[in-house]
């Protein structure tokens, strides 16, 4: 009976230690997914190098969401990917001013360039409103 109660008790002991031991793993790669994505939001790399950069003409609609801009963007092959692009313009202050047209842009632009460049003259405008 002891010896019943013996390898009961290592039995239970051991499988809590296989289930720490796979939550220690899980946090480690998830901490370490979290931070790599986290630098590629920070570290902003563009599509190409610049001084090979193709140049893209890309239509954003009238009243563009964040998504509206990051799907022609993507589709332009001028960002990787949209969630990165969508994490990147709500952290910046340039998605409120987001506003549709037709946009000559290139794949050496980074996406805070590429978001510079499409909200200039929303931008412009939203100053000369301010200063009058």
């Known amino acids: 009976m002891e010896t019943r109660n013996v390898v009961k008790t290592v039995i239970t002991i051991s499988y ?7 939550v220690v793993i899980l946090i ?3 901490g370490g997914a979290a931070f790599r994505f986290g630098v590629s939001v920070f570290n902003e790399s563009s599509m190409s190098d610049p001084s090979m950069a193709r140049t893209k003409t890309v239509t ?5 969401s964040i998504e509206d801009v990051a799907q022609a963007l993507d589709k332009a092959e001028l960002i990787d990917g ?3 692009f969508r994490i ?9 001013y987001f506003v549709g047209g037709t946009f000559e842009l290139n794949t050496g632009m980074k996406p ?3 978001m510079a460049a499409i909200t200039e ?10 200063t009058k």
């Not at 929303?122 to 000369?128: I, L, N, Q």
């Open 60 to 64: 954003i609609p009238d009243n563009p």
């Open 112 to 114: 805070t360039e590429i």
């Open 121 to 130: 003259q929303s931008r412009a405008e939203a100053a000369e409103k301010e």
């Open 28 to 30: 480690y790669y998830a």
């Open 88 to 96: 990147q313009a709500a952290l910046s202050n340039y998605s409120k």
């Open 16 to 22: 809590k230690m296989i289930i720490f031991a796979l």
């Open 82 to 84: 949209t969630l990165l």
